[in-house]
């Protein structure tokens, strides 16, 4: 941002913060800021870029529409909500970036962003691995296989996909059934101790949604009707997200 | 309280008593009762860091000063029967198990309501910690740990390991300013004062090396004197002000109790600190008790469950004749709620003028016979105290011995002497001995003088030949581990105060007689609310006012803050005041000259060429302020740059001027907060404000900018705050050493001003053009010094009225009968002036509505033989009672105006000739104590 003088008071015009204002409910407080800094203090991405979240609304506040979209601190927004958590006002901090992140064409977003986005909607998984559903499937059945046969106190545990009527819908983050399939397995062993009655499913299975950070509406949406479709065919009571 | 049946002037109010357990009459107070109860229980005055008895008094400055038994805790009460420690060891027979809630139906004409608060509950909160991390504590918990009377006997400690912390911070605005669950929207008002006294207290306890931090977002000090604090406690106590809310409270680390802050410097950085202790400012709330009595009773509330009450009556609830003052009308400080209880009782005693004095009886002694004053007779009764006393001192021994001393001819022990048989005795004693001198070794004079005193005074004797021998609070309590010197002192105190008995002589009562006018200077909202205050309670009552109408600086409130409409109301109020038939208004009107005092005021005033006297009882000082006529950013050269309400008048007679306008700014504190006006002029925020809504709710695309410095809308008043957020006005702080920079330009064509300010976050300049600036300058004092000086009354060093005491007499001077209100003593908004206004009338009137004034008559008497006419006693005179007259003949002499002393001694202590003498403490009657003390 240059150093120079920051020219204000012409006819007012319709800025970047008031339109989002609009999409959200109360305007997402995104006037209310008392800039005392609980936002940044709390913020893990603040000082990157130089910028954080008292900084970011500022600008907004301001109308320094560019510098706020165009920053590229808004990628490194984790969406913790740490800031609105503590905020005395509680601003929508994060709805602010996320706006910003949409203004931005697809093309020019985060490669590594809209490569995971992209890499899930090949198959109904949703996977960011890109795994179809029946790897997935197939995974599952040969971890319990040899959990049941070397650890005979958990013969009888289960890990079922697509049981109908089964109380917990479970998903799954997608990174373990490829790179680290034993990390499943803790989880299932509780569940099995407690004796839930629970299932995962092979359609949208997978619980990230990179989409979501990438700021594509449309993707984000279908990520999540396919998972929610899913858990409502089995007639799930709970869904149980583990991301 | 249970009900209210009704209408105003005629109430009956249901109150519920519950049963104490303990006898009011007999309780001596000794605390052998709570030495003896095995209970302990969690004490809460002390916010729970200490331990009580199940029987006790809630805190040491307690009034009455009388046991409490805690039935919810008490063993006897909950194993039936058993225990009855405090029974058995009680000296006065003072437990009484047997009572019973009582219900009192009480026949009244009007209530108060003075509920007052509870401190916000910060245990919901989870990111401060509290309630897990055993060193977060409230602000309340910590003014325990300061007090000598505190859990830690004001040792500055921490609970996690009662170590002294090295680093103290504190939180600001913790559940007020805050939108979270169970939070308020309010500012607490006081949390910003409390905190830099409690850093500077505790800096004080812990000497030079603690360090101090305040974490704060806007430094709220706008009362009288409190920027000076603000300042004291920043340069020169070194307190260190940190701007910035705290995300977090987290441990420092494993197995440490120490707390890490991670919080954001005002210039952006990321700062980590370690403290020992982190005080957690909590703020003001109406608790569940007490919205539920206001439902049971019928009072509205507002959102926030204060009170509702009008800017214009702001002690009056919902309910007529049901007054409220205190933090049950909004979060306030000591002096306003004062202020307010002042208010409210005037506001009682309009509304039952017609009844004054109905239902008094007035007390008749029998009468003095002059002639028993001859020979000295002396009476002397030494008490036990109970064991207070008796268990340290011999009593027997002391009675004894008083026998043997010279013109005593009777002598008595009683077991206590304050209990109402012993009076009937002391009674007795004085008639069938014919004593004409009485002498009590006991308690204190403190408490008790006024007691004796009447006792013989009902015997027939002048009440002024009483003495005291304080043998307990003096003797028995601070030398209880050496009782035979104790014994020995208590023998030397009662032969000083026999040798003094001897000599005292009867005081004539000092009446005075009493005018029943009241003078009010200054026709402004505070003057007609004070006058008629005064005037419907049948007071007749003066108004000058040196200029040509009524009205003062109310006439530019065009709505309160609330939204009210100021106009309406000050047209109301002209009228009234115009209209009633015990006010005479005095136009283009000065004061010359004033002399006497309370009571008999006499007054010059000149009108025009005419002058008068005006003969009145008391004075109020409502001379108002005026606002600063900056020479500073372009005003008085650029007709675009206003003040205060100049902007809002020219967008109201032209309105097209506020069509064409793309945007406007507001600079804040010009002229206040600086080194050459170091005070805050309070309203400013809250004025801005308002026109800041006002003008973006006609003109949503205006620009508006505030620069400011810390805004200061305390209490209710942060909803403006909001709004003003809420509506798109953009808020640039700036510094005293960086101050705005305006300059005249044109933008297309057009002429605007230029102002360039540092953005306080971004840290680089901004270039606001606007159309229009409006300076919310200094409200300044109208320089009074003349006025002062006539009426002897001091200024601050603003020029404002300095009063007798900030907290507890804001209304009153050190010299009687002359009261001050509204902007004459401070800058405040019209709703504070109101209050101030009406607390003015009420002290006024119970001056007023005497017949006479009694004035206490141990004043100083001047031998004007030996008077040489110096005047030092007049110099020295902090009341201006003593002065020169002149004698004929012998040039100047000393007298003494009795109405105004107060008996202090410093003029007796000043004269070179030793002329002035003072009644009941002579030279010679402290002689002779002094000499019977050496005599043992």
Redesign the interface.
């Known amino acids: 941002m240059a150093e120079e003088a920051i020219k204000l008071g012409g006819k007012r015009k319709s800025v970047f913060i008031d339109k989002v204002k609009k999409l959200l409910p109360e305007g997402g407080n995104l006037n209310l800021c008392l800039t005392c800094g609980t936002c940044s203090a709390g913020c893990p991405a603040t000082g990157l870029e130089g910028m954080d979240p008292r900084k970011f609304l500022r600008m907004a506040a301001l109308g320094l529409d560019e510098e706020v979209i165009n920053t590229p601190w808004i990628w490194m927004c984790t969406m913790c909500y740490r800031c609105v958590y503590a905020c005395p006002m509680k601003i929508d901090i994060p709805a602010l970036v996320y706006a910003a992140r949409a203004s931005w064409p697809r093309e020019k977003r985060p490669k590594g962003l809209v490569g995971s986005c992209d890499m899930a909607l090949r198959n109904m998984s949703h996977s960011a691995m890109g795994t179809p559903p029946e790897d997935f499937t197939f995974v599952v059945e040969d971890v319990l296989e040899e959990y049941r046969e070397t650890q005979p106190e958990f013969k009888d545990m289960e890990a079922p996909i697509d049981k109908k009527g089964a109380h917990f819908f479970l998903n799954q983050n997608s990174r373990e059934p490829v790179t680290e399939p034993d990390e499943m397995v803790p989880l299932w062993k509780i569940l099995h101790i407690v004796g839930a009655d629970w299932t995962y499913a092979s359609k949208g299975w997978a619980a990230e949604n990179y989409c979501m950070f990438l700021a594509d509406d449309d993707s984000w949406k279908k990520i999540i009707e396919t998972s929610v479709d899913a858990a409502k065919e089995l007639g799930c009571k709970v869904f149980l997200n583990t991301e | 309280m249970e009900s209210i049946e009704g209408d105003a002037g005629n109430f009956t109010v249901t109150v519920r008593e519950r049963p104490r357990y303990v006898d009011m009459d007999k309780c001596i107070a000794c605390g052998i009762c709570a030495e003896r109860c095995p209970r302990k229980v969690k004490d809460e005055y002390n916010q729970g860091l200490a331990k009580r008895k199940a029987i006790y008094v809630q805190y040491p400055q307690a009034v009455p000063l009388k046991y409490v038994i805690d039935a919810d805790h008490c063993i006897y009460f909950k194993k039936k029967g058993r225990c009855r420690a405090c029974e058995k060891y009680c000296p006065a027979d003072a437990i009484d198990f047997t009572q019973k809630e009582k219900i009192h139906k009480i026949q009244v004409g009007s209530v108060v309501l003075s509920t007052g608060f509870k401190s916000f509950d910060p245990s919901g909160y989870d990111?401060f910690g509290y309630g897990s991390l055993p060193n977060v504590i409230t602000s309340m918990e910590f003014e325990r740990i300061l007090s000598a009377s505190g859990p830690f006997q004001g040792h500055l400690q921490r609970p996690s390991d009662d170590k002294p912390p090295q680093k103290i911070a504190w939180l600001q605005?913790v559940g007020s300013?805050?939108?979270?669950a169970g939070?308020h929207e309010y500012c607490s008002s006081v949390c910003c004062m409390y905190a830099i006294k409690e850093a500077v207290i505790a800096k004080e306890h812990a000497g030079g090396d603690l360090d101090t931090a305040i974490f704060f977002?806007d430094m709220r000090t706008p009362g009288k004197e409190f920027d000076k604090y603000y300042d004291r406690a920043r340069d020169e106590v070194g307190v260190r002000f940190i701007r910035?809310?705290?995300?977090?409270i987290e441990l420092a680390g494993h197995g440490s109790d120490d707390l890490r802050i991670?919080?954001?410097?005002e210039d952006?950085k990321?700062k980590k600190e370690i403290f020992n202790l982190v005080v957690l400012s909590t703020g003001l709330e109406i608790s569940e008790d007490v919205r539920k009595l206001a439902q049971d009773l019928g009072i509205e509330l507002d959102l926030h469950g204060f009170a509702k009450t009008s800017s214009f009556t702001p002690v009056a609830t919902s309910r007529p004749g049901v007054f409220a003052c205190g933090a049950f009308t909004g979060p306030k400080d000591i002096p306003q709620s004062v202020m307010e209880a002042s208010a409210a009782s005037s506001a009682c005693a309009v509304l039952l003028a017609d009844s004054r004095n109905t239902l008094t009886q007035e007390k008749t002694y029998p009468s003095e016979d002059p002639i028993i004053y001859e020979e000295p007779r002396i009476g002397v009764f030494v008490c036990h105290c109970g064991i207070n006393i008796g268990g340290v001192v011999d009593v027997p021994a002391v009675r004894d011995y008083a026998e043997t001393l010279p013109n005593v001819v009777y002598v008595a022990d009683n077991m206590f002497t304050c209990s109402q048989d012993t009076q009937g005795l002391i009674r007795d004693a004085v008639k069938e001995n014919r004593l004409n001198r009485v002498v009590v070794a006991a308690c204190t004079p403190r408490t008790h003088e006024p007691l004796f005193q009447e006792t013989i005074r009902d015997g027939g004797l002048n009440p002024y030949l009483f003495e005291f021998a304080n043998i307990r609070d003096q003797d028995a309590w601070v030398h209880q581990k050496e009782p035979e010197k104790a014994t020995e002192k208590a023998k030397d105190l009662v032969r000083m105060s026999v040798a003094k008995a001897a000599l005292l002589e009867p005081i004539e009562p000092l009446l005075l007689g009493n005018r029943h006018e009241a003078m009010v200077v200054g026709g402004g909202a505070a003057g007609m609310i004070a006058a008629l205050d005064l005037a419907d309670q049948g007071l007749k009552t003066f108004i000058v006012e040196q200029k040509g109408k009524l009205g003062g600086n109310a006439k530019y409130v065009r709505k309160t803050w609330k939204g009210e409409d100021g106009r309406a109301f000050l047209a109301d109020l002209i009228g009234r005041v115009q209209g009633h038939k015990q006010i005479e208004v005095l136009l283009d009107t000065k004061i010359s000259h004033v002399s006497g005092f309370v009571g008999n005021f006499t007054t010059t005033v000149t009108t025009g060429s005419a002058e008068q006297e005006l003969e009145h009882g008391i004075i109020i000082l409502a001379v108002g302020a005026k606002p600063l006529k900056p020479d500073e950013y372009l005003y008085g050269q650029n007709e675009r740059v206003m003040r205060w309400h100049e902007l809002e008048e020219l967008f109201e007679k032209e309105p097209e001027r506020l069509e064409q306008a793309?945007?406007v700014a507001f600079i804040q504190c010009v002229g206040s907060r600086e080194p050459e006006r170091p005070y805050c002029s309070k309203f400013c925020c809250t004025s801005s404000l308002q026109q800041a809504i006002d003008f973006k709710t006609r003109k949503p695309?205006?620009?508006i900018?505030i620069l400011y410095r810390d805004i200061r809308t305390y209490g209710q008043r942060e909803e403006l705050y909001?709004k003003a957020?809420?509506?798109?006005v953009?808020?640039i702080?700036y510094s005293l050493d960086k101050k705005p920079v305006v300059e005249e330009t044109s933008?297309d064509g057009k002429d605007?001003l230029k102002i360039?300010v540092k953005?306080?976050?971004?840290g680089?300049?901004?270039?606001?053009?606007?159309d229009y600036l409006n300076l919310a300058t200094a409200i300044i004092a109208r320089g009074e010094e003349e006025l002062a000086k006539m009426l002897k009354v001091p200024l601050n060093e603003d020029g404002f009225f300095l009063e007798a005491h900030m907290k507890l007499r804001p209304v009153d001077f050190a010299t009687d009968g002359i009261f001050v209100c509204g902007l004459a003593h401070y800058p405040k908004p019209l709703e504070e002036s109101i209050v101030q206004a009406k607390a003015a009338a009420a002290r006024a009137a119970s001056v007023l509505i005497k017949e006479s004034v009694e004035v206490e008559p141990t004043v100083s008497v001047v031998d004007q033989e030996k008077c040489i006419g110096c005047g030092l006693c007049e110099a020295s005179c902090p009341f201006g009672a003593i002065h020169l007259v002149k004698v004929p003949g012998r040039g100047y002499r000393a007298e003494n105006i009795s109405a105004l002393c107060k008996g202090c001694g410093i003029c007796a202590a000043a004269c070179p000739q030793k002329a002035i003498d003072m009644k009941h403490f002579r030279d010679r009657q402290i002689h002779a104590m002094i000499e019977a003390g050496g005599r043992r």
């Open positions: 990111v605005c300013r805050d939108l979270h939070c977002m910035s809310r705290v995300h977090s991670i919080y954001m410097s952006g990321l793309e945007a695309d205006l620009n900018y909001r957020r809420e509506l798109g953009i808020f702080r933008v605007k360039t953005d306080h976050i971004l680089i300049p901004l270039e606001l053009h606007v």
